[in-house]
């Protein structure tokens, strides 16, 4: 992973601002040892981290060397698998001093500073399979300014105002192992869902309840962004982002009336998005949109409690297609019982919509969810799982070879998947120099190249400050033999955007391409 949950530089932000020394550090890649090493160099007072199924049992080991090494070091984790299931892992794991359950910006700054006053007693021994103390009890010291015994700490409320907490972004203090240009990159707008599908642990993480931040501290986010670190492009990674139609359509308006120029990808559902919404985050820079779909077949939305219908799916496919933005749907498939009934719905589905592509995953159940808890009551699992099997998913599908030669189908279907040609309006005029951009980066992509390069031209002349805009008519002529004009607009895009490395390569390339005699002397010196 070349990138840390996005939460992470929040919550670094944020003991940052209470004055504490922080190193916020990406171990993947690493094994425990070799991760050992540099947490010994830092020789924390407290070492927190993010848990996920697919790496809790590196998390695991790494925090049992950390005890041994730094035994006055204190050690919590938090995250989607963590959150439910806090005691079972303050059981096992006698390494670990706290779980923190949710949110954890209205915990940490307390019980760090606590930490830093309570130097750990040398006798404190922890036993694998010793209770944790009740959640109620251990919030209530902690909010006595005591520091709380083991156990998983839960804030009795969610934050309401998510624009108090400081732009991960911002955060000064030490890293390790993060590129800010793909870690800064991720934007955060939101937090929750408001429906509760079968396969998703959001429920039992946010109860169903959203919480929002404001389109002006978004858009400002991108901004500090852009200007500290050079980044252009950016991943918005709401469960939902286009929900709240009044704030979506207020951070179009935002980002393209005051800028900055820059393009981002964005999640929605299929019933939350309409020709307003799509065309106003086209205009705003939207270049490609994710879908969650999951399947064709009614039986199986039924079964997920996906609560939409295939219609939907098409109506939303087909508002992208007209607003000039490629639509990629997330389909879920190796569930057992489906049909081949239910493969051809599907099938039948990708067919109306017309989507860009597809992205098939097995279905696994994680902690948390309505298909872990009907396992678990079927008595098909039970907590235990987690810590014995050492497979970074639990595969709905294992063992079943009918449901992995459906799932061997489904693949082999979205592969298929040939890319709708744009739906070019018969007039140029109105369209804003990001709409032209995505038509041309469509008419590319289909090879259709004088098509993309005339829309191309018309987007720099429609918008000739927008870097985008400068970078594919650059990266244009190039790939058309003209590397002098390349040369010249890519020369006038990086003097635009000098931070961004994108365009400094592209430069690099024009003028290579250009002066092919220089690239040989060069490579013989």
């Avoid at 950390?66 to 806090?86: M, N, Q």
């Avoid at 019982?337 to 097995?362: F, H, Y």
Wanted: proline content about 7%; aromatic content about 6%; glycine content about 8%.
């Amino acid at each position: 992973m070349s990138f840390l949950p996005a939460g992470l530089p929040i919550l670094a932000a944020v003991l940052e601002r209470e004055g504490h020394e922080v190193m916020l550090a990406n171990y993947s890649g690493m094994t425990p040892k070799q991760a050992l090493r540099h947490v010994r160099e830092f020789s924390p007072g407290a070492a927190g981290f993010s848990l996920f199924t697919h790496n809790r049992f590196e998390t695991f080991e790494l925090a049992g060397l950390i005890r041994r090494a730094l035994p006055d070091c204190r050690i919590f984790v938090g995250g989607p698998h963590a959150s439910p299931l806090g005691d079972e892992i303050l059981k096992r794991e006698a390494s670990i001093d706290w779980v923190i359950r949710g949110e954890g910006e209205g915990i940490l700054p307390d019980l760090v500073r606590l930490v830093e006053v309570n130097p750990v007693r040398k006798d404190r021994k922890m036993i694998p399979g010793q209770a944790p103390a009740p959640t109620d009890a251990a919030m209530e010291s902690l909010l006595a300014n005591q520091l709380p015994p083991r156990a998983t700490l839960s804030a009795a409320t969610r934050i309401t105002d998510l624009d108090s907490l400081p732009q991960g972004c911002l955060y000064g203090g030490k890293t390790f192992g993060l590129d800010p240009r793909i870690q800064y990159s991720l934007i955060i707008g939101s937090r929750g869902c408001a429906w509760a599908c079968a396969f998703c642990a959001s429920p039992t993480l946010w109860g169903r309840r959203v919480s929002f931040r404001s389109a002006h501290s978004i858009v400002d986010e991108i901004r500090q962004a852009r200007d500290r670190f050079g980044i252009q492009y950016f991943h918005i990674r709401d469960d939902n982002f286009t929900l709240n139609k009044e704030r979506v359509l207020e951070f179009a308006s935002l980002l393209q009336r005051e800028g900055p120029a820059v393009r981002f990808n964005c999640q929605a559902r299929v019933d939350s998005v309409d020709d307003e919404i799509l065309e106003a985050l086209a205009e705003s820079g939207l270049e490609h949109i994710q879908f969650g779909v999951e399947s064709g077949s009614p039986a199986t939305l039924e079964r997920f409690a996906k609560d939409v219908s295939p219609d939907a799916v098409i109506r939303a496919c087909r508002s992208a297609r007209k607003a000039g933005i490629p639509a990629s749907v997330y389909l879920i498939g190796a569930i057992p019982g489906e049909t081949r009934e239910d493969i051809r719905a599907t099938n039948e589905l990708l067919s109306k919509a017309g989507p860009n592509d597809a992205v098939v995953s097995p279905l696994a159940i994680f902690p948390g969810t309505e298909l872990c808890r009907q396992a678990t009551d079927d008595g098909d699992m039970n907590d235990s799982l987690w810590f014995r099997s050492r497979e970074p998913a639990i595969f709905a599908a294992i063992g079943d070879h009918a449901a992995i030669a459906r799932l061997e189908e489904l693949s082999s279907l979205a592969g298929r998947i040939t890319p709708p040609a744009p739906e070019i309006p018969p007039s140029l005029e109105g369209l804003s120099g990001m709409r032209l951009l995505s038509f041309g980066e469509q008419s590319a992509a289909l090879g259709m190249d004088e098509q993309a390069g005339r829309l191309f031209a018309a987007a720099m002349e429609r918008a000739p400050e927008n870097p985008w805009c400068l970078y594919r008519l650059a990266e244009w002529h190039l790939d058309q033999g003209n590397p002098a004009e390349a040369t010249r607009i890519a020369q006038a895009l990086t003097a635009l955007v000098p931070r961004w490395e994108d365009a400094a390569s592209l430069l690099e390339a024009a003028l290579a391409a250009a002066n092919p005699k220089k690239k040989r002397n060069n490579r013989q010196n």
